[in-house]
């Protein structure tokens, strides 16, 4: 029997309020009883659950491992606005003139994720 993935876990200075930004991005909730100054504070949400575990070091190189968003209900431009809205930071931009490719943001504490399309964009490019 093959292994479940239970958490995709972040090392963090205040998890937090790193999970409640992620809350609010992935329209997740925070774990029962999770609240200010907890040292693993959990999202749940539709597909994935988040853990966030206090370090005392610091975010030094990019990640080896990130996250793809893909909006559900809006295009990736639109969610890109409604992210930096709530507190992510741009990075680097990978769009394309076809309508292709991504926008890597920083979130509050500076881990990269990537905004990719949403599918209904990626059957507009397709079918065209």
Known sequence: MASLLRHVTTDCAD????ARFWAEVLDGALGEGD???DEEVEVT??????????VPEGK???????LDVQPKDRTRDEEVERLLALGAT???DHRTPDGKGW???LDIEG????VVRSAAERLATEAS
């Open 35 to 37: 609240q200010p100054g």
């Open 15 to 18: 998890p937090y309020a790193l």
């Open 90 to 92: 741009p990075f680097e």
């Open 60 to 66: 030094s190189v990019k990640n080896r491992t990130h």
């Open 111 to 114: 881990n990269e994720f990537c």
């Open 103 to 105: 926008v890597t943001l």
């Open 45 to 54: 949400s539709e597909g994935v659950a988040l853990l966030f575990i206090r």
